[in-house]
């Protein structure tokens, strides 16, 4: 028999580890993850003919399984020789977002939410996080969208600068005057009360 321990630490990021002590029943059924292959296969080379006795991937069997939203890492242990070895399904690398930051940008680059992705790996079965934990993730990505747009419009309006110095489109300090058409919109909803969305959009365009 094997036994199975499942623990889930809420703060400050979301962990499900699994654990069983037999070569059994650590998945069961379908059991889907995502993974670069390239790096998983890498790491399986890595830990197949081990030593001391050139032990194969294929006399180890996982024992532990530690998820953070999609990033996956598997303990195995090697019935001949008992050695345990850690593969990542997914690398980690420094400077850039985690999986679990990118999958924040593509949701709300496709304009859905934590519901829709979550019912679509749900039927996939692909184990998720929390809301809690995916919200960490989509404002770390909301930070990085904001310091992304601030700087595509600092370096467009340097661009425009330049094209307009060259143009000799200058105030008489030297100041470049770039034409600009602007307009916005906010949508005023009236479903039981009159009142106006609390947002809206504006757009300013090069006039050339
Ligand atoms: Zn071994």
């Not at 321990?5 to 059924?29: C, F, H, K, M, R």
């Not at 602007?182 to 006039?207: M, P, Q």
Request: hydrophobic residues 40%; negative net charge.
């Amino acid at each position: 028999m094997c036994s199975k321990d499942v623990s889930a630490v809420a703060s400050p990021i979301e962990i499900v580890e699994t654990t069983v002590n037999t070569a059994q029943s650590l998945y069961t059924g379908v059991s889907l993850r995502l993974a670069d292959i390239g790096y998983l296969l890498k790491q399986i080379a890595e830990i197949s003919k081990h030593p001391p006795f050139d032990c194969t991937f294929s006399d180890m069997y996982p024992i532990h399984e530690y998820k953070m939203g999609l990033k996956t890492k598997i303990s195995f242990v090697c019935k001949m020789c008992n050695i345990e070895r850690t593969i990542h399904l997914i690398e980690e690398t420094d400077g850039e977002m985690d999986i679990n930051s990118v999958l924040a940008l593509a949701t709300v680059s496709t304009g859905s939410g934590y519901s829709t992705i979550n019912e679509m790996l749900s039927v996939l079965n692909v184990p998720f996080m929390s809301n809690s934990t995916y919200q960490q993730h989509h404002e770390n990505v909301a930070d990085i969208i904001e310091e992304t747009a601030w700087k595509v419009v600092e370096e467009a309006g340097q661009e425009e600068a330049r094209i307009a110095q060259e143009l000799g489109e200058v105030d008489e300090s030297g100041i470049p005057m770039i034409t600009v058409v602007a307009d916005g919109v906010w949508s005023k909803r009236s479903y039981f009360v009159n009142y106006n969305a609390s947002s809206g959009i504006v757009g300013l365009y090069n006039w050339c």
